[in-house]
């Protein structure tokens, strides 16, 4: 680490408490409080960004801002500018106002490149300030790498569901990847926020039973910033995306982990998190690009489905 690096933040309480169940010991959290320049140089690249940001209860929505590559830019390394805006019908729009917290995940399918930036929104006006306070990168695991060929679908009206129907499990059940919006207990403070994560498997790597979803947590990085954040507090926001209709699925349920779950689960399974979907909508082409899948990931290829 040069000179001109910010140190490291430290793990907090709910993320060292699920490491101590998981059975893991880790060192520092390498998570910077500002946006080194890789990451600033990265951002900018993406087509697409996905958000975690608060409804009014103040439970966690999962939700995807999109524009022409450069639409996110960081005028300096504690700041990033999104020059976009959620639809005015995406039930996460009230979320992302001034002042609430967010959590930002920056995914190149293409390259299988992630990294998150939480902060709070300084400004929304047509687009949104934003004041990075965490800032930190994840490896490459379980992203399917997928190429964007084109931008050509209008968004339908979205459609508020009683609970999983048909064509919402079938979506649940063919993805092979999803996004999970969390966030850290009050109590936290300044070292809880928002976060936006990913999640990868092969088809059928989650299980749906009714309005329960089961989900397998393979071996990752051992920071259990999620699985933290849900311990601390087990409310959630998911998105699923269809990548070949654009269709996306919403979700906010709450969340139940069983640490040590021992042979029940898919190959690859270390620990199940259920979730109990108490709210969902469904909107057809919400994610406007045209995709072209090419390949798992090579640790996707090593786990198994339900």
């Known amino acids: 680490m040069t000179a001109d690096t910010p140190a490291f ?35 900018p690249l993406l087509p697409y960004l996905f958000a975690a940001t608060p409804d009014a209860r103040g439970w966690p929505m999962a939700s995807v801002l999109t524009g022409s590559p450069g639409f996110v830019t960081s005028p300096d390394p504690a700041t990033l500018r999104v020059d976009a805006l959620p639809r005015d019908d995406d039930p996460a729009a009230p979320g992302f106002a001034a002042g609430s917290e967010v959590g930002l995940l920056g995914i190149e399918l293409s390259t299988r490149r992630r990294n998150r930036a939480n902060g709070r929104i300084l400004t929304r006006d047509a687009g949104l300030t934003i004041h990075v306070t965490q800032s930190f990168g994840n490896c490459p695991q379980y992203i399917q790498t997928r190429n964007v060929v084109g ?14 129907d048909e064509s919402a499990r079938d979506l649940i059940e063919s993805a ?3 996004f999970v919006a969390s966030r850290g207990r009050a109590e936290l403070g300044a070292e809880g926020g928002f976060d936006m994560s990913h999640r990868g498997g092969r088809p059928g790597f989650v299980g749906v039973h009714g309005d329960t979803l089961v989900i397998p947590d393979f071996r990752g990085n051992r920071f259990f910033n999620t699985l933290g954040n849900l311990l601390g507090d087990p ?52 994610f406007p690009y045209l995709t072209l899948f090419r390949e798992y990931a090579p640790t996707t290829l090593l786990t198994g489905i339900w």
Do not use: C
Request: net charge positive; no cysteine.
């Open 9 to 43: 933040l430290p793990f907090n309480a709910d993320e060292q408490a699920a490491q101590r169940l998981a059975g893991y010991r880790m060192g520092r959290a390498p998570i910077r409080p500002l946006l080194p320049e890789q990451h600033r140089a990265f951002f």
């Open 151 to 164: 931008r050509d679908r209008k968004a339908g009206p979205v459609e508020t569901l009683a609970g999983l």
């Open 235 to 286: 409310r959630a926001g998911l998105l699923f995306v269809n990548f070949g209709t654009g269709d996306a699925l919403q979700l906010q349920g709450t969340v139940t982990i069983d640490w040590h779950p021992g042979e029940v689960g898919p190959a690859g399974t270390e620990r199940l998190w259920r979730v109990r979907v108490e709210r969902a909508w469904s909107t057809r082409s919400a």
């Open 176 to 178: 092979d990847t999803f």
